[in-house]
């Protein structure tokens, strides 16, 4: 069965930083594309950020561009998240996905992990 189990969300100051880690068990993932999500109360999943296999190519939602990194580790089949200079509006549960196909539309991926909370206080 496969698994994707996200970690290090918590609660956090505004202008600070957390760093999200999914990691893939069961059947791999490594040849497959990585994106993560979120999930605010009262509003829909939107999409953050996705990373592709095989090459450095990334793409991210415009509220994030320039504070959010993606990157992944293919060894460890666990992508991360590097989230700076965050603000109280990123509050969220993330989730991240895996799929075959690339790009930021959620019905993309395949797979979902069960989500980590962030919380940014003002």
């Known amino acids: 069965q496969v698994q994707l189990v996200e970690s290090g969300g918590g609660l956090v100051q505004a202008g600070g930083s957390l760093r999200l880690s999914c990691a893939a068990s069961?059947?791999?993932?490594?040849?497959?594309?990585r994106g993560w999500f979120r999930q605010a109360p009262g509003k829909e999943r939107e999409f953050v950020a996705a990373?592709?296999?095989?090459?450095?190519?990334?793409n991210y939602a415009d509220s994030v561009k320039g504070r959010f990194t993606i990157s992944r580790d293919n060894a460890k089949n666990t992508v991360y998240l590097q989230m700076n200079s965050l603000k109280p509006e990123d509050t969220a549960v993330y989730y991240c996905?895996?799929?075959?196909?690339?790009?930021?539309?959620?019905?993309?991926?395949?797979?979902w992990g069960r989500g980590t909370q962030v919380t940014v206080s003002s």
């Open positions: 069961g059947r791999t993932f490594s040849t497959y594309n």
């Open positions: 996905a895996a799929g075959k196909a690339f790009g930021g539309d959620p019905r993309m991926y395949d797979a």
């Open positions: 990373i592709a296999w095989s090459t450095p190519r990334t």
